[in-house]
């Protein structure tokens, strides 16, 4: 038990140098990540899908979502027409109690689904269910014959959150301009060098901290790390070391010495906490994504509009890390509203910045079949 106790501090130490201690070799090499993605366990002969159905929905399970919850079912009503549905045991009560990041996802999900569906030539018609974020039922979809609409699905297969080794410099010009695209009203870029962005870095690293102390949020968290390969394989859900880009001798050691309890400890908050000061010290800025309003409609559509973003980017070598904390702590929250002059709601704050290599997505997925009901 000591002994554990003391390796544990020495994770503290070499956590501090990850990339340092990265490349020392003598652990085992056979528990260097958890990465499972591969639909190939999904034994397709046990779902009612045909293979352009489940193309479609495992494209669409690639979305983002906060923890990685993957909070979306798909009610299976006849061939080609299904409700994506809201699972309600997926919901983050303690950072997200109003389901406002709920359904930011599930827009993420219907984005993938409508590129990967018109790809394999089906338009698909939305119908909104749903009258607050709360209901079970969000959106009717019907998949119709078609012309395809050519979409390269590799970018959604490619697509990943990065959270590390950003370069400084600000974003080029044109690239800004491709990104924000005829979503000037909604979709608004800070470089590193506008005054609000050391306010954002600041107050991004100060709700972080309110949240790592806010014991709901950290056991709500704690609950929804995989540290082990066990639980990853699992669950196929959630945060992994991996995702969190906990490298080499680190990740090796939370993967087989780290479980929930040791999430709500000083040491890990603390450093979870310095992280995200390395981290928002280098990026080249941030965009902030606002809505019309907050109805779940609006709210569908800015999910959307995000993914779109975070598809076009990988080509460019630029990073998306999404960091919700501030809309997150009430006080941020208040203060961001009073700061940023903007009159809409603001619903994503993403860090960007140019990566030199773009590494591979790690994050976890559920299987087609177990968020299928039938
Ligand atoms: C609504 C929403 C909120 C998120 N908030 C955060 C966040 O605060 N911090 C963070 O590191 N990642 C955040 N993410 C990114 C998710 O953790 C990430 O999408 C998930 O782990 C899956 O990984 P992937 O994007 O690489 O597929 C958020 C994503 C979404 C859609």
């Known amino acids: 038990m000591e002994k554990v106790r003391i390796d544990r501090r020495k994770f503290i130490a070499l956590a501090a140098g990850t990339t340092a201690v990265a490349g020392i070799a003598g652990y085992s090499l056979s528990d260097t990540e958890n990465y499972i993605r591969s639909d190939s366990t999904d034994e397709p002969g046990r779902t009612p899908l045909s293979p352009d159905e489940r193309a479609i929905l495992y494209l669409a399970s690639l979305a983002p979502s906060g923890h990685n919850t993957q909070p979306w079912f798909v009610n299976y009503v006849e061939p080609y027409h299904w409700i994506i549905g809201n699972d309600s045991t997926k919901w983050l009560p303690g950072v997200d109690p109003t389901q406002r990041e709920t359904i930011l996802s599930i827009g993420a999900f219907l984005q993938n689904l409508e590129c990967a569906a018109g790809n394999l030539g089906y338009d698909c018609d939305f119908v909104l269910l749903a009258t607050g974020n709360e209901a079970e ?180 070598y630029i990073a998306i890390h999404p960091m919700t904390q501030i809309l997150e702590e009430p006080s941020t929250r208040q203060m961001m509203v009073g700061f940023m002059g903007i009159s809409q709601p603001i619903q994503f704050i993403l860090r960007v910045g140019y990566l030199d290599t773009y590494p591979d997505p790690v994050s976890l997925r559920r299987p087609v079949g177990s968020f299928l009901r039938v």
């Open 137 to 316: 039922n969000v959106v009717e979809v019907k998949l119709v014959k078609a012309l395809p609409r050519i979409y390269d699905v590799e970018k959604i297969r490619q697509r990943r959150t990065v959270r590390s080794d950003y370069r400084a410099e600000v974003l080029k010009k044109e690239d800004v301009k491709s990104l924000i695209g005829d979503d000037s009203e909604y979709v608004h870029f800070i470089p590193n060098t506008a005054m609000q962005s050391p306010w954002l870095n600041e107050q991004t690293i100060e709700a972080n901290r309110i949240q790592s102390y806010r014991d709901t949020a950290q056991k709500e968290l704690s609950e929804w790390i995989r540290f082990s390969s066990q639980d990853a394989e699992k669950y196929r859900d959630g945060l992994t070391t991996s995702s969190m880009e906990i490298d080499g001798i680190p990740g090796w050691f939370l993967r087989n010495f780290y479980g929930k309890a040791d999430v709500m400890k000083k040491a890990f908050r603390e450093q979870s906490i310095d992280k995200v000061i390395q981290q928002v010290a280098q990026s080249a800025g941030w965009i902030l994504i606002t809505s019309k309003d907050d109805s779940v409609g609006s709210l569908l559509e800015t999910g959307k509009r995000m993914e779109r973003l975070f598809l076009s980017v990988r080509e460019k």
